[in-house]
């Protein structure tokens, strides 16, 4: 007789069986899910690498832009110092020039010598003629191309270059340019390049980015251009420069504390030899051109005026177009000039013709921008040291008002003639 097993026992070595039996499978699953996993570990492998090249990537790109911030910021840095030594060695200039000269200003003086650019023409041999008959020596030499080794009257040498008339005369130290409108840019910059510090530019109609051109480079060689258009610059009893005053300029301008600075010039003479006759003479008279781009404006001589002792006061004649009389309010509102100052500005009657230019070709209204009425105001506003004159006439009762007194002896009454007279 056959013994059965216990039920309990048979269910598990039924389960033991099963259990052995599923092992195999279970390996072989693993087995396929293994190659699975790894995949999937390297995928993520690959876009974490990814993923680290992207934001190394965006590192580099970044530290590249700083890179070139910083360039940038270092470059302007680096022109920002250029341009504050350019503004300190003119200032240096400004303060020392008094020291440098005993007469007159840093655009005339004593020291002053002429090179004539265009010097045989008929207007320039003219004036250089009147110019060594009234100051002889300040007209060192003339250049014209081709009339190298030539001489003018009173033998003043001609030269071909400007570098050569400053090889053998080195004092000469400005220019005066008589040439056509089309070469004055040659001229003016042949005239730095050759050292000089200083140019009048007589020529008129100057083309617009001719004169850009000059006044760029005379910030790059730390030059000063008047003008174009400038009638030139006097200052009684040291120098002339160009034919302001004409054959005899004494008879308009003497000698004292007043600066007159005029777009106009006819108006610069007049306006010196109106005061004359109240009793007040002139530091400097000079015409500093009413061309669109002017070289040199009230607002540039200021400072210098403001630290010369000799310099009383300020007389200023302007127009409509242009910024320059806006320029100066500026600067007297910064007390970069506290003494006194006349002002008087034409044009007031075409403001509402705009785009249309009267006389000079800076004395147009555009945009409206460039209005007498707003030069005026702003004047008016800019400092307790200011008077404009709402007639010419009343120039003279302007700075008296501020307490300048006259310096000449036997001054007209107020109410005087005219000296000349018109049809």
């Keep these: 007789m056959v013994k059965k097993a216990p039920a309990k026992k048979t269910a598990a070595k039924n389960a033991a069986a099963k259990k052995s039996a599923t092992k195999p499978a279970a390996k072989l699953v693993a087995k396929k899910v293994a190659p699975k996993k790894s995949t999937a570990k390297a995928a993520a492998r690959k876009v974490a690498a990814k993923t680290v090249a992207k934001a190394v990537a965006k590192k580099s790109v970044a530290k590249a832009v700083v890179k070139k911030v910083v360039a940038k910021a270092v470059a302007k840095k680096t022109v920002a110092k250029a341009v504050a030594k350019k503004v300190v060695a003119k200032k240096a200039a400004a303060k020392g020039a008094v020291a440098n000269w005993k007469k007159g200003t840093s655009l005339l003086n004593e020291k002053t010598r ?97 004169s850009a051109a000059v006044y760029r480079a005379a910030v790059e060689y730390g030059a000063r251009v008047v003008g174009g258009t400038s009638l030139g610059c006097y200052v009684p009893s040291v120098g002339r420069v160009a034919a302001i005053g004409g054959k005899d300029p004494s008879g308009a301008l003497a000698g004292g504390g007043l600066v007159v600075i005029s777009k106009s010039g006819g108006l610069t003479v007049t306006t010196a030899e109106m005061f004359k006759r109240r009793g007040h003479g002139v530091l400097m008279a000079m015409g500093m051109g009413g061309d669109i781009i002017a070289g040199t404006i009230y607002s540039d001589l200021m400072e210098e005026l403001q630290a010369n002792p000799r310099c009383t006061g300020l007389v200023m004649l302007g127009e409509v177009g242009g910024t320059y009389e806006e320029q100066a309010a500026e600067a007297i509102k910064a007390k970069r000039f506290t003494k006194p100052v006349a002002a008087f500005i034409g044009g007031e009657f075409q403001e509402e013709q705009e785009g249309v230019a009267f006389g000079h070709a800076g004395a147009v209204v555009e945009r409206g921008k460039g209005k007498a009425s707003d030069k005026k105001r702003l004047l008016a506003a800019a400092g307790r040291n200011v008077r404009v004159a709402k007639y010419y006439h009343d120039l003279v009762d302007c700075i008296e008002a501020m307490g300048v007194k006259p310096n000449l002896s036997n001054p007209s009454p107020r109410q005087v003639p005219p000296r000349y007279a018109t049809i």
């Design 114 to 210: 002429l090179v004539v650019i265009g010097a045989t023409g008929r207007e320039a041999s003219q004036v250089v003629r009147e110019s060594e008959a009234l100051f002889p020596g300040i007209v060192l030499a003339g250049v014209t191309p081709g009339k190298g080794g030539t001489t003018i009257e009173p033998n003043v040498p001609i030269y071909d270059t400007v570098a050569e008339a400053k090889k053998a005369h080195k004092a000469i130290d400005t220019a005066v340019v008589y040439v056509p409108a089309g070469s004055v840019k040659d001229a003016a910059l042949e005239a730095m390049a050759a050292g000089l510090k200083t140019v009048f530019i007589i020529t008129e109609h100057t083309p617009i980015r001719d």
